[in-house]
């Protein structure tokens, strides 16, 4: 049974020996958060919860599943304990605005959190993960007193939240969408309507659920362009200040069902349906989607760390069993004489497998860290020239989508690593596989993902924001160029980024005579682009850990991922070049005309 051992040291030396996060607080005006012990100690205390709360109730959540009954969901054993552990704790709350109850921390703290969650209980990570999107949406473009009356209760986690999108007849395609919102006599909507596929869409963790429904109104315009959202409470709260939590009658929101999934079990996955339900406006009119997109890059982003988290609960289980597992012998000869036989750590194949796991596991969470920095000055700091928000833009989707398939693959790992003890589910590292396979389809599925990236945040700036993030990858590069520990990784990085930039002129150039070119090479690049970022960021740590660690054990260790990574992984982006240069003319098939 893997139990989570959650990477403080790592986390520790990412946020501080390289990204030097209390420095950053400090320039953002953040004084009370720039303690090195404050955050060591959030970090550790974190990790204490997910490994001794969350971890134990992993395996057993995922054998037991939701129970449905009635329109009622009642979540497995221990999630409801954990649950409130968590909010009394103060977890549910952390990088919240103080104004509404928060503890206001920085987004890069808060993401430390939720890893070791998701790592250690995916399931049940879910249920808390979703209702920060909701309140990064309210506190985007919610009113005033939207915000008073649900921000409290859900930043207190009192309170849980959901995003409502999907609909039978129509996924990612959001014009579609039928779900009907009618004016009332006061500052209130009826929304009628059923919705597919809604995370914590009913449970027995929290007083009330907070749906945001994206609905159509009767003269609204057809397709994205006519979509409004609107914040939906599961029971009317009519003042959410009161002793009681202002609950106060049912909303006729109901749960139709709960879908019986391949992963994820112990997190409900919901129909939920709405009839003449009361809603508040959310935003403008016709607007919703615009509103929506502050909560889905919120989750796009949570996707991608649950989709290395997973993956390195995997990767402890594949590690522990390689030193212990005894079959054969070394091929330079025995390394355990002692032994009837070698543990199999000694093997090239599967020091191979172990190796990609802790190279993309790394790589993905320095990326994510990154990321969460550029969240931290995106709040605190000056963002007037647009150029903090264009970065995340850009990196948004690769986050989601390379993370997640980086994860999976490491998941897979795990499994064929274990051989055929990997593949029955007493060992449980079949669930990280289950869990982590949903990490590439929700929140708009990696296709729509590499669509996004090469489509909308590349080329429809003609490349300027990519250029940018290309410009500082080759700035480190000719740095060291002539380094001796890292001058040959330095040289190919820079070659990479020249190739990268050629590339997308090249793609750009195909795309006016036959749109499909977009599509055809969305993925590769995307994984392409994926490939560069993440040895760009595995080099600055194996720099930083020459420069600001004293530990010797871990500044071997960055090097070793780092010469791995440039060795075995990074050459993956041959292949997808050639893929991407291949186009769209092999995908012509006559078995597909309609």
């Known amino acids: 049974m893997p139990q989570y051992q959650a990477p403080v040291e790592d986390i520790q030396f990412i946020l501080h020996d390289w990204l030097k996060v209390t420095d950053l607080y400090r320039q953002l005006g953040q004084h009370e958060s720039a303690d090195k012990d404050l955050v060591n100690a959030i970090i550790e205390e974190s990790a204490k919860f997910a490994e001794t709360q969350l971890s134990p109730i992993n395996h057993s959540g995922d054998q037991t599943g939701c129970h449905f009954s009635e329109g009622q969901v009642t979540c497995p054993q221990g999630f409801k304990e954990a649950y409130k552990n968590y909010c009394d704790a103060g977890w549910a709350s952390l990088r919240f605005s103080p104004e509404y109850g928060g503890q206001g921390l920085p987004p890069s703290v808060a993401v430390a959190a939720a890893e070791m969650n998701a790592a250690a209980n995916t399931s049940w990570s879910m249920y808390p993960g979703l209702t920060h999107g909701v309140v990064s949406a309210l506190s985007t473009h919610g009113s005033k007193p939207l915000k008073q009356r649900y921000l409290p209760n859900l930043i207190q986690g009192r309170w849980t939240g959901t995003m409502c999108l999907t609909e039978a007849h129509c996924g990612s395609d959001l014009g579609l969408l039928k779900t009907k919102a009618v004016a009332n006599d006061d500052d209130s909507y009826a929304i009628t309507g059923s919705k597919i596929f809604i995370s914590a869409g009913e449970h027995d963790l929290s007083d009330n659920i907070i749906h945001l429904v994206l609905a159509r109104l009767p003269d609204a315009p057809k397709g994205t362009k006519g979509i409004s959202l609107f914040v939906v409470p599961k029971i009317l709260d009519d003042n959410a200040a009161s002793p009681n939590n202002g609950l106060a009658s049912d909303n006729q929101v109901t749960c139709g069902s709960i879908e019986h999934k391949m992963g994820i079990k112990a997190s409900a996955t ?27 890059n919120s989750a796009r982003l949570a996707t991608g760390i649950q989709g290395y988290a997973i993956a390195d609960l995997s990767r402890s289980a594949s590690l522990d069993y390689a030193k212990e597992r005894l079959q054969m012998r ?44 550029l969240l931290d000055r995106a709040k605190f700091g000056d963002d007037s020239d647009g150029k903090i928000e264009k970065r995340l833009s850009l990196l948004t989707p690769i986050c989601k989508a ?18 055929g003890h990997g ?134 260790s960055k090097m070793q991922v780092l010469n791995f990574y440039h060795q075995k992984i990074l050459p993956r982006t041959k292949t997808h070049k050639a893929l991407i240069l291949a186009g769209n003319k092999s995908l012509d098939c006559v078995d597909f005309e309609l």
């Open 270 to 296: 919901c129909v939920i349906n709405f009839e003449q339900s009361t809603g508040y406006l959310v935003g403008d009119i016709n607007n919703g989607l615009s509103c929506m997109f502050t909560m889905m």
């Open 330 to 373: 070394s091929l330079t000869g025995p390394k355990a004489p002692d032994q009837a036989a070698d543990p199999i750590i000694v093997h090239p194949d599967v020091k191979r497998m172990l190796l990609s796991q802790k190279a993309l596991i790394e790589g993905c969470r320095g990326l994510a860290y990154y990321v969460a920095t």
């Open 402 to 419: 390379f993370m997640s398939e980086a994860g999976f693959e490491s998941a897979n790992h795990a499994v064929q690593l274990l051989g």
């Open 423 to 556: 593949y029955i589910s007493e060992s449980e590292v079949e669930q990280q596989v289950r869990d982590s396979r949903i990490t590439m389809i929700y929140e708009g599925t990696n296709g729509i993902q590499a669509l996004d990236l090469l489509g909308r945040k590349i080329l429809r700036d003609n490349g300027a924001t990519l250029a940018e993030w290309i410009a500082d990858i080759q700035k480190l590069a000719t740095e060291q160029s002539d380094s001796t520990l890292f001058g040959t990784i330095a040289k190919d990085l820079n070659k990479l980024c020249s190739d990268w930039l050629q590339l997308t002129q090249s793609i750009g150039a195909s795309a006016q005579k036959n749109a499909d070119e977009v599509g055809a090479a969305a993925f590769d690049y995307l994984m392409y682009s994926g490939y560069i970022s993440v040895a760009y960021i595995l080099l600055q740590m194996a720099i930083a850990a020459q420069q600001n660690s004293s530990n010797e054990r871990l500044k071997t």
